[in-house]
């Protein structure tokens, strides 16, 4: 300390030896007082005197915990005498030392002495050991083992460690209710256990009082918490068997009866795993029963799963027994020591063996097979055969056999036919032999991968009759009875300049090798006009040479198969200029469009055209037209004209005729009939003209048959009417959209003399101008209506 005294010297650089040692004293602690928590007075508390021996006066003063920190004013010193007081108690849980600064001074002020003072708060028992919990809870098994821990429970002392009176132990302050034949035990460290045999019938919730004391010398302490202990009942008693009921009889064949309930008893908590029954069953040597518990009841209840046979057995015995779903579990006392644990004897649960308890209860039912109709079995539940398609009727198919299991009934069955969907067989009702109804055919719809199947029945006598069942599988073999054919039996055939062509598929429904590959070959006069390529297959192509014009041709085709069997189809080729649209079909699908606008329009002409035939019928000056009959033969020839003027002029009736065509159908058909038309229909614009002239002259037609009884058109004929005057202008726009005018060589300023015109194809034929002398009545009424009467 010296050699640290003359280092702070040397720091110091001006003090003397002298001061470092006042400055020693004033570091002293010159003594240690004791006060004990919870003082009870009274106050002030003398704790002691504080003596500096000086001879001079010294005045004292303190400061720190207690007196000017926390907790204040708790200390005081008498600023001469030097006595050390305490105003209040002091917490030793809140504080065990207090430390404090003595400064003592002189009469001038100066400082003499600097001294540090300790204050220990002496402990008492003042707190006993607490839970850290109020309530504790836990549900244990009855049948758990004696000593078995049931909860742990830690108890705390806040007074002084080490010392009597923080050192406690744990009891067992009450149980409620009392158990006859347990005792519950506390461990040193807080475990709660116990000894015995729990008893759910005694008590179900145990309520015992846990208690905590400490070993205070001069008072004991203690504190308590509850702990409530749930017994879950065990199963400590057996279900008994107290009855059965139901009639112990089963028809055979039968399932899903009930012909049998087992009733129990049992004294364990209802709905728990203690009362729950649980049955075996010895004897169902077959597997025709099950036994289940009723949930509600706790019945064994006996169901028939599998048909039992009367042939087979006539009565089954069985053995029921019945336990429960928990392991049976029972405790006694046999003797109560002091300590330790008891002695007891258990059987089964976690305390005992399991199965050292009594034997389950058991009972034996003999139940009763009746004997009833048993359907006729077949040897053989599938058949099979085989047949040549179109064989004879009566022909030999296959023989069945069936027998009845019913010793009585033996032979006393018919055989018959359950399902034929092509009437196809018979069956001879005591044979069993089967023959041919209809001659097969193995492209039926019947047949599926040449199988054709039918079901047969054998029939009984009983009441109600039994049915047998058995499966025939009949095995069609294909014969060359088909000849092949076109998939479709017209086409088009687009105009070009060279040769064109379409696809055609021949398809034959027998099998191989009586189908293709095809052999196709075309018939008449078709050299230079038609061709197919290649000649052999499924697909080829009709090649259309360019001799061959607009129109329709039928061409005759005629196709073989392998076997040389052949047919000959009739082909309906259209002839036209797809150069507009891909097909002539198309293009008349297209002629009949009409848009929104076209429907406005529509409205509109139907409004006046009610007014105009409103008006007509008024104005009307001539009588009634008369049908005009039309078998007027067509001669096929033109007329040469060179009349371009519409002809003269005629006052038609506005007044609706009372029979069927208008004038302008009738004399379309007379001009139809009267000259040829061969060169008209080689362009497909005229076709369509007439096609649509047709159609409007019998619209027409329809509708003077309406107004003849109404004396006016309906509307819906007049609608009708309006939308093919409507499609048919919408097509010839369409029409000349498309078409360019062409400069002929005799047209124009700039013609070419050496540009030919194109060659116009007329039939060549006789026509005799006396055709013309005599037209035929209908023409007269005609002609009748545009001259004057005389």
């Known amino acids: 300390m010296v050699w640290l005294a003359l280092l702070y010297c040397a720091l110091l650089g001006v003090t003397s030896s002298s001061e470092l040692l006042i400055r020693r004293r004033r570091s002293w602690i010159i003594d240690s007082f004791t006060l004990e928590e919870g003082h009870p007075g009274p106050f002030p508390y003398e704790l002691g005197k504080i003596k500096v021996e000086r001879s001079y006066q010294i005045t004292f003063e303190i400061f720190g915990m207690g007196v000017d920190e926390h907790p204040e004013g708790v200390f005081t010193i008498d600023s001469t005498t030097g006595v050390l007081s305490a105003h209040k108690s002091v917490d030793y849980e809140e504080l065990k030392i207090l430390k404090l600064k003595l400064l003592a001074s002189k009469d001038d002020k100066t400082l003499d002495t600097k001294l540090g003072i300790e204050i220990t708060i002496l402990d008492i028992n003042d707190n006993p050991p607490r839970f850290p919990n109020d309530l504790y809870e836990v549900t244990v098994k009855e049948a758990v083992a004696q000593g078995t821990n049931l909860l742990s429970v830690l108890a705390n002392d806040r007074d002084q460690p080490e010392t009597p009176n923080s050192t406690f132990h744990y009891e067992i302050g009450t149980v409620s209710p009392k158990p006859a034949n347990a005792e519950f035990v506390m461990g040193l460290s807080g475990q709660l256990s116990f000894r015995g045999c729990l008893d759910y019938e005694a008590g179900d919730v145990y309520k015992v009082l846990l208690v905590a004391k400490d070993h205070g010398e001069v008072v004991s302490l203690s504190s308590t918490t509850t702990a409530l202990i749930h017994i879950q009942d065990g199963n400590n008693h057996l279900p008994v068997i107290t009855g059965k009921t139901g009639t112990m009889t089963v028809k055979e064949g039968d399932t899903g009866v009930v012909p049998l309930r087992l009733h129990v008893a049992d004294r364990d908590l209802e709905h728990t795993p203690a009362w729950n029954a649980k049955y075996t069953m010895e004897g169902d040597t077959g597997g025709n029963f099950k036994v289940e518990t009723d949930p509600i009841t706790n019945d064994g209840i006996l169901t028939v799963i599998k048909p039992l046979d009367f042939e087979e057995v006539t009565e089954r015995e069985l053995l029921f027994s019945v336990e429960n779903e928990m392991p049976y579990y029972s405790c006694k006392v046999k003797a109560r020591p002091t300590s330790g644990l008891w002695e007891v004897d258990t059987s089964g649960g976690t305390a005992g063996p399991v199965g050292a308890g009594p034997k389950p209860d058991s009972l034996r039912v003999t139940i009763q097979v009746e004997d009833t109709n048993d359907p006729p079995t077949f040897t053989v539940l599938v058949h099979e055969a085989g047949l040549e398609e179109n064989v004879a009727i009566g022909t030999y198919v296959q023989t069945v056999t069936a027998v009845d299991p019913d010793s009585s009934h033996a032979r006393d069955f018919e055989y018959k036919i359950g399902k034929d969907p092509g009437d196809w067989l018979n069956v001879d009702p005591h044979t069993g032999v089967i023959t041919t109804a209809k001659r097969p055919d193995r492209e039926s719809p019947h047949v599926v991968d040449n199988i054709y199947t039918a079901i047969l029945h054998a029939v009984d006598s009983g009441e109600p009759p039994m049915t047998g069942t058995a499966t025939l599988l009949l095995h069609v073999f294909n014969q060359n009875d088909n000849t092949p054919t076109l998939s479709v039996n017209n086409v088009v055939v687009c105009v070009g300049d ?94 009949s469009t009409v848009g929104f606008g076209a429907a406005g329009i529509l409205f509109f002409a139907l409004l006046v055209l009610m007014i105009t035939l409103m008006l007509s019928f008024l104005m009307t000056c001539k009588k009634d037209f008369t049908f005009l009959k039309t078998d007027l033969p067509n001669g096929n020839s033109l007329l040469s004209s060179n009349v371009e003027i519409p002809g003269t002029d005629c006052k038609i009736p506005i007044k609706p005729p009372t029979k069927s065509y208008l004038p302008v159908h009738d004399f379309s058909e007379i001009m139809q009939r009267t000259s040829s038309f061969k060169a008209v229909e080689e362009s497909f614009y005229y076709q369509d003209y007439w096609e649509h002239n047709q159609r409007q002259s019998t619209l027409m037609y329809q509708y003077q048959e309406g107004s003849a009884k109404s004396g006016f058109l309906s509307d819906g004929g007049l609608l009708e009417l309006l939308h093919q005057r409507m499609d048919y202008v919408q097509a010839k726009e369409d029409d000349l959209n498309e078409y360019y005018p062409h400069l002929y060589a005799d047209e124009g300023d700039d013609a070419d003399p050496h540009n030919d015109l194109e060659n116009i194809h007329i039939l060549e034929a006789v026509f005799d101008h006396g055709q013309l002398d005599d037209l035929g009545p209908r023409f007269k009424e005609l002609a009748s209506v545009c001259t004057p009467a005389q």
């Not at 005759?556 to 076997?563: C, N, P, R, Y």
């Open 498 to 591: 060279g040769p064109t062509s379409t696809n055609l598929t021949a398809l034959d429904p027998d099998d191989v090798p009586f189908g293709g590959p095809f052999t196709f070959e075309l018939l008449g006069e078709v050299e230079g006009k038609w061709s197919v390529d290649p000649s052999h297959g499924y697909k080829v192509n009709l090649v259309k040479e360019t001799i061959v014009h607009s129109g329709i041709h039928m061409v005759e085709l005629k196709i073989s198969d392998l076997q040389g069997a052949f047919a000959v189809n009739n082909l309906s080729v259209t002839v036209c200029d797809c150069t507009a649209t891909p097909s002539c079909r198309e293009r008349r699908a297209s002629s």
